[in-house]
């Protein structure tokens, strides 16, 4: 099975509008760490976000938000006011056990914002 | 503060050949990663240093891949020979070993561009 599963190959967005890119995670370790990461066209990968297992609150940073939830095992990304430098491959990624540092990376969301 | 280089940015080569990629992380951080990112996935880990020393090289297809970090600083990967699944990105990173609350943050180069033809 896939340890994360992002199924939407592509969005396009409205300039400033929210967008929610969906992750969904498979692990039977009871800590574990989710990321977002964003790649832009020039190819080096950035971090977002940041959601461990065992926080009782939703991760925030800036405009990103991430809306865990821990029973249904999804992790999705909420972008608010999106911008069109927000234009780019987004990833998902789960780290499992307590310490380790190995990311297991989803397929991606290509998502483009339209002025 | 300078990001993570590497060099070369693309390189084509024949199967069969043989190539090598450069990372240089930024200064200070004793561990390193290096990924491969086949088109249309995400990175998957080949093998990651602690300072000169190997912590997960699971994922690297050590009958064609190998890898060295020397000085702890700058690291090498090889492919020898390759073949044409080997297209792919390769991207390095590194990391300050500074747990922020849960994870160590990962700090990623621009990635080398391979295609074997």
């Known amino acids: 099975a896939q340890k994360i599963t992002q199924t939407q190959p592509g969005m396009f967005v409205q300039e400033k509008e929210a967008v929610t890119l969906d992750c969904t995670y498979d692990?039977?370790?009871?800590?574990?760490?989710l990321f977002w990461y964003k790649q832009p066209s020039s190819g080096e990968m950035i971090f977002l976000i940041y959601?461990?297992?065992?926080?009782?609150q939703n991760a925030t940073e800036g405009r990103y938000s991430l809306n865990f939830q821990k029973a249904r095992k999804s992790a999705n990304l909420v972008i608010s006011a999106s911008q069109l430098g927000d234009s780019a491959m987004y990833f998902c990624?789960?780290?499992?056990?307590?310490?380790?540092?190995?990311?297991?990376f989803g397929t991606g969301t290509r998502l483009t914002i339209i002025p | 503060e300078a990001g993570v280089a590497q060099s070369p940015r693309y390189k084509i080569i024949e199967k069969r050949q043989s190539v090598a990629f450069w990372c240089n992380p930024i200064?200070?951080?004793?561990?390193l990663y290096w990924y491969q990112q086949i088109l249309g996935q995400g990175p998957k880990l080949l093998i990651q240093?602690?300072?000169?020393?190997?912590?997960?090289d699971s994922q690297l297809p050590k009958d064609r891949f190998s890898a060295e970090r020397l000085k702890g600083v700058d690291s090498t990967l090889k492919i020898q020979p390759a073949k044409l699944e080997d297209s792919a990105v390769y991207l390095c990173?590194?990391?300050?070993?500074?747990?922020?609350?849960?994870?160590?943050?990962?700090?990623f180069g621009p990635g080398t561009r391979l295609t074997v033809l």
């Open positions: 692990t039977s370790d009871p800590s574990y760490g």
């Open positions: 240093f602690q300072n000169n020393g190997v912590v997960d």
């Open positions: 200064s200070g951080h004793a561990t």
């Open positions: 959601q461990g297992s065992y926080d009782q």
């Open positions: 990624a789960m780290r499992e056990g307590s310490g380790n540092e190995k990311l297991t």
């Open positions: 990173a590194s990391s300050p070993r500074f747990w922020r609350g849960g994870f160590y943050e990962q700090f």
